[in-house]
């Protein structure tokens, strides 16, 4: 069983519109959250963290952390074309040196 | 652009041969991450380093890969004899020794195995 859950796996927004994804993890262990963006034929790159119970904005970005659920989740507001991309849920633990575990991606698509 | 540079960005190999892949981490970043990143999007860690030492490592990792992150030259991941199924995208990652630090991807070596 993946121990970070994605959903939707896929998305459609009109543009200007706002997309929303999910994320659960199912261990406790994780206690830091980051969402990541990947678009075709680059690396994941870090759109936000987020470690403590509550909202978190970063421009049209919010993401909201519930620790007593482990869930998680993204909303992206005024949506571009630009954002068009796959967006992964990732978290680890409280150890520096442990690596991330991803959950399966959310294809984001943005229409004019 | 990113901070962490991966080279080559293809790299195209047959069954049994050798495949290396170098990365050279952000500056400061003491942690190295290596994943793979298969054609259904998922991820598998591979091997991590602190400064030169290895920390973590699957076993896939420990039988058929060898890895290194030596000073002052970049890391190297190197499949010692490549199969169908190592075709994916191969991802570095650095981090600062913190526990809230990003971790910074690069753009990938992409491996075909033929």
Redesign the interface.
């Known amino acids: 069983q993946q121990k970070v859950q994605q959903s939707p796996e896929s998305l459609s927004v009109p543009e200007g519109g706002m997309a929303s994804l999910n994320c659960t993890s199912s261990d406790r262990n994780f206690q830091y959250f980051w969402w990541y963006r990947q678009h075709s034929g680059e690396g994941p790159k870090a759109l936000m963290s987020i470690f403590s119970d509550g909202d978190k904005k970063e421009g049209r970005f919010t993401a909201h952390l519930n620790k007593a659920s482990l869930h998680v989740s993204l909303h992206i507001r005024d949506s571009q074309p630009s954002d068009s991309a796959l967006y992964f849920c990732a978290a680890s633990e409280c150890n520096y040196a442990q690596g991330l575990t991803f959950g399966l991606g959310t294809r984001v698509s943005v229409f004019p | 652009n990113?901070k962490?540079i991966?080279t080559p960005r293809y790299l195209v190999k047959g069954q049994g041969q050798k495949a290396k892949m170098r990365c050279i981490p952000e500056k400061g970043h003491p942690?190295v991450?290596w994943?793979q990143q298969n054609k259904?999007?998922?991820?598998k860690?591979l091997i991590?380093f602190?400064n030169q030492e290895v920390?973590?490592q699957i076993d896939m990792t420990e039988k058929r890969f060898s890895a290194e992150c030596p000073s002052n030259s970049p890391c190297s991941l190197e499949i010692q004899s490549s199969e169908a199924g190592d075709s994916a995208l191969y991802?570095c990652?650095s981090?600062?020794?913190?526990?809230?630090?990003?971790?910074?991807?690069?753009?990938?070596t992409r491996l075909l195995v033929i």
């Open positions: 990113s962490v991966q942690v991450f994943y259904n999007n998922e991820f860690f991590n602190q920390l973590q991802l990652a981090r600062l020794g913190k526990t809230n630090s990003d971790y910074t991807f690069g753009s990938g």
